[in-house]
């Protein structure tokens, strides 16, 4: 009897369309899913090519050639370590299982650990670019050993997006790397979404444009500089209208969803000590969407400034500015996850090479940009540098457009229009840029309540002082 090539257990949106995509490469693809009736439904009633759905987990694993490769695409968390126990009694050594879901790169880096012992191989491995990059191409960002990638490098490469005819994936680095550099993307995608939304929102109610307008303008953006899908599906999203003609933006609720991982970017920042603020701070807009309650009162009851429409003679400046904070968010937002990969790497000995991450995220993912050709040549480079804000590729722009972050939170303010992450971005450049901060009086208030100690600016040592006499 025949083998076939590879299986893919879990057929919800992702894992059905990574199937189809590995089939249509050539690949004979076993599939199996928990819910017989929706495996029934989706590939016996409307078959795919290529595509072998199996209907017990036992029969599934003797329909691969050996030495074997699943790769699951199901829910994080427990159900990914509930299916690892239920495979393992029918595989054998040097069968490979990949964890091709969101998974907490800490869950991953234990499961390599646990499959190690047991002689079985496993990747953790970001995949990038919604139910359209698992069909056409995603970004694939696969983390584990060398040799488990080996196994399966050829089809990755087959099924990723190109860019340039260069395939998007590259081996990350060791157990959770390839999802700790997912999680980051995911990060960053957070900021990058917020930026966006911050600029439509300025454009509607500083300016006044209607839909079309904001949509023309996001169009002519995603021809420049802010080239990216985001921008892209933006203007996109802003012109559809539905069946009653109708733009269908304007009937969708202010409350963002979420699924964990900007909330693990922000804790994984905190664990390494350092600055995240732009996503951070995408994360807890987010939040505060959802308290739409409080929001209806708090408006009855608190008050602010009358918001006040750009005169025609300055509408023209204002939507540069726009546009130029926007852009300078971006590569801020992207400077400060590229710097906790960065620390991570450095903490979990990853050696993460960073100008084949950039490469990576040029297709296929969410985040995918123009931009990021400077950032993949300024980590071509130097790998170790130290922040993308001063490399020479940016400087320029970041010195030019730092005026127009000023000037559109500053308008926003004195309007009432809360524009948290533009706020942060420029807080963190100008924290970033200072010699000289408020801390000292952080470190005398530390220890004259603690006896904390400080350090002095003219005599090398730590120094206690009696505050209080």
């Known amino acids: 009897m025949l083998k076939n090539d590879l299986g893919v257990i ?3 949106v992702m894992g059905k369309n990574l199937a189809h995509n590995i089939a249509n490469h050539g690949y004979k693809v076993s599939v199996f899913n928990r819910s017989i009736s929706s495996t029934t439904k989706i590939l016996v009633q409307n078959p795919i090519s290529g595509i072998f759905p199996i209907f017990s987990l036992k029969e599934f694993i003797c329909s691969l050639k050996k030495p074997r490769c699943v790769i699951l695409m199901i829910k994080a968390g427990a159900p990914v370590d509930d299916l690892i126990s239920l495979l393992l009694p029918y595989l ?3 069968d490979l299982i990949i964890d091709g879901g969101n998974s907490f790169f800490k869950d991953t880096i234990s499961r390599c650990n646990l499959l190690k012992e047991k002689k079985i191989l496993f990747l953790g491995t970001g995949i990038s670019g919604g139910e359209e ?5 995603p970004a694939i960002m696969p983390g584990g050993t060398k040799k488990a990638y080996k196994r399966i490098s050829d089809v990755f490469k087959n099924i990723s997006a190109k860019y340039n005819n260069e395939a998007c994936v590259q081996y990350i680095g060791p157990n959770g790397a390839g999802h700790y550099v997912k999680m980051v993307h995911n990060g960053i995608e957070y900021s990058d979404m917020e930026l966006i939304a911050e600029s439509y929102f ?6 006044g444009m209607n839909n079309k307008e904001m949509s023309d303008t996001f169009c002519i953006w995603n021809t420049g500089e802010l080239s990216s899908y985001l921008i892209e599906i933006t203007s996109q999203i802003l012109r559809k209208k539905n069946s009653q003609g109708k733009y269908e933006l304007d009937f969708i609720l202010d409350e963002a969803s979420h699924k964990g991982t900007g909330m693990w970017t922000a804790q994984s920042a905190l664990e390494l000590h350092i600055p995240l603020s732009v996503i951070t701070e995408s994360v807890f807009v987010r939040y ?3 308290l739409r309650s409080q929001r209806f009162i708090a408006a009855t009851i608190l008050k602010g400034p009358k918001c006040k429409i750009i005169d025609s ?3 023209k400046d204002f939507i540069e500015d726009i546009r130029k904070a926007l852009f300078l968010g971006k590569i801020i937002s992207y400077a400060q996850g590229f710097n906790q ?3 991570a790497s450095q903490k979990y000995l990853w050696n993460l090479n960073f100008s084949n991450i950039a490469k990576i995220f040029r297709a296929g993912c969410i985040i995918r940009a123009n931009f990021l050709n400077d950032i993949m040549s300024s980590f071509s480079e130097n790998n170790e540098l130290i922040n993308l804000l001063i490399t020479p590729l940016f400087q320029d722009v970041i010195n030019e457009y730092q005026n127009s972050l000023r000037r559109i939170v500053t308008v926003a303010m004195k309007n009432g229009i809360a524009v948290p992450v533009f706020s942060a971005a420029l807080s963190y450049y100008d ?3 200072a010699i000289n901060s408020s801390a000292n009086l952080i470190q005398a208030q530390r220890d004259y309540f603690g006896s904390h100690t400080y350090k002095r600016v003219d005599k090398i040592g730590s120094f206690h002082l009696d505050w209080a006499h």
Do not use: F, Q, T
Request: aromatic share 4%.
């Open 133 to 137: 990059g698992a069909l056409n191409g």
């Open 10 to 12: 879990g057929m919800g």
């Open 431 to 433: 924290s970033y840029r």
């Open 313 to 315: 003679k300055n509408r």
């Open 202 to 207: 300025l454009l509607k109610i500083l300016l």
């Open 92 to 94: 054998e050594d040097d």
């Open 288 to 290: 505060l969407s959802s």
């Open 341 to 343: 990969m960065k620390e």
